[in-house]
């Protein structure tokens, strides 16, 4: 398994915009991509640390041409609700303890 953190600043005003495009692409990546899913964290008003699982790095770097056209609109949207976005961590996974509810 592979793990990638990102970390968002969003512009205050669009913070709703920022989520519902986060969740929006998170769910496409899943249905399209191969894609295990994403956690989003808040750690300030304008500061989010978003967690995604990826079956391996190949998946994750390859990612991106399955995706609908629908997704420019969630990509837009998105972009629009950032002030910046980086991926800061790109990590293979060595043991996974968290609970499964």
């Not at 920022?18 to 750690?43: C, D, P, Q, V």
């Not at 978003?50 to 420019?72: D, F, I």
Request: aromatic share 10%; glycine share 4%; hydrophobic share 40%.
């Amino acid at each position: 398994m592979f793990a990638v953190i990102y970390t968002f600043t969003i512009k205050p005003e669009l913070t709703d915009q920022f989520i519902s495009s986060w969740a929006a692409m998170t769910e496409l990546i899943k249905e399209h991509e191969g894609g295990l899913g994403s956690r989003l964290h808040k750690k300030s008003d304008i500061e989010y640390v978003a967690y995604a699982q990826w079956p391996s790095k190949e998946h994750w770097k390859n990612a991106g041409g399955n995706l609908p056209s629908s997704v420019e609109s969630v990509r837009k949207a998105m972009r629009e609700s950032c002030i910046e976005s980086k991926t800061l961590f790109e990590m293979d996974m060595v043991e996974d303890l968290l609970s499964k509810i």
